[in-house]
């Protein structure tokens, strides 16, 4: 079968620090080829950096790709110096990419004020939020650098920040864990769009968007874990890692195998012909492994 690839996950989050050793044997013996760890903040550029080359030096066989880039939920706590310290950090590695960045409505407007994860976080208007995004798009352009955009409740905002900008990245854009509508992933295409599957589309609150991963194009499907967060329901938890200290359920990246044969099963296809689109698709956005 073709190699896996992991398009969107985390390897520097603190519930998989203490388990990166057996991550990495897992996802060398379960066939992944390589993975996008994907930063959110200035704080963990050189944390990223430093992993990749840790965990994947030349000759292994596993490849794990850098990404950096301002979240949305980080937004409000950038330095002034955050756009030049993104620009080094692509500038010192050619594989690198541009994320995780985009917009988050559901941070403004759905979050519950007690909320332990916005304790003592500034959140960023949505207007600020796009003043980033669409700086951090240009960036990648400029670069011409694959981008991989967070959009959560704010799919049709991000749609007007890609179709307002000057320029784009040539070798185009991830819409991670794709959640928007039936009627956008046209545009989005148009424009360059990929759209990652991961397992949370499985749940049953989820339904709508399970369905498009039906209709997207072939050649422009992704998958992810999004690891180690989004873990899978207890039966399809093949790679248990146990439960962070809040309590949540670890994802596993190696569970990237669960992501493809749920997916495969959704569109209808063989699992081996699913990998082999993916493969291609992963090396067209972001380069050969």
């Keep these: 079968m073709a190699p896996l690839y992991d398009a969107h996950f985390h390897f520097q989050f603190d519930a998989l620090v203490p388990h990166h050793g057996t991550v990495v044997e897992d996802l060398v013996r379960t066939g992944v080829r390589a993975g996008v760890v994907n930063a959110t903040n200035e704080d963990e550029f050189p944390v990223v950096a430093a992993l990749c080359v840790e965990f994947s030096p030349p000759g292994s066989p596993l490849t794990l790709l850098p ?9 409000g706590q950038r330095t002034p110096h955050w756009l030049r310290l993104l620009r080094a950090a692509l500038l010192a590695d050619p594989r690198a990419g541009v994320g995780e960045i985009g917009l988050d409505r559901w941070l403004i407007d ?9 304790a003592g976080l500034r959140v960023a208007p949505l207007a600020e939020q796009t003043e980033v995004f669409a700086a951090q798009l240009d960036l990648a352009a400029e670069l011409n650098r694959p981008a991989s955009i967070h959009a959560t409740q704010a799919y ?4 007007d920040v890609l179709r307002a900008a000057p320029r784009l990245p040539a070798c185009g854009f991830l819409l991670h864990g794709y959640g928007g509508s039936f009627e956008m992933i046209k545009p989005f295409a148009d424009l360059g769009a990929y759209f990652s599957f991961n397992l949370e589309a499985l749940q049953p609150r989820l339904a709508a968007r399970l369905a498009h991963f039906r209709t997207i194009p072939a050649d422009r499907l992704l ?9 899978p329901a207890p039966d399809r938890n093949r790679f248990p890692l146990g439960a962070a200290p809040d309590g949540t359920v670890i994802n596993h990246p ?3 195998v669960v992501a493809y044969e749920a997916l495969a099963e959704l569109r209808g296809v063989p699992l081996e012909a699913l ?6 698709n992963f ?3 972001f380069g050969p492994v």
């Design 67 to 75: 990404s950096y880039g301002l979240h949305p939920w980080d937004c």
């Design 110 to 118: 759905g979050v519950r004020p007690d909320d332990p994860r916005i």
């Design 156 to 159: 049709g905002a991000a749609l």
């Design 223 to 231: 998958v992810e874990t999004d690891a180690p967060v989004k873990a």
């Design 254 to 256: 190696a569970n990237v």
């Design 275 to 280: 990998a082999a689109q993916v493969a291609t």
């Design 283 to 285: 090396t067209r956005l």
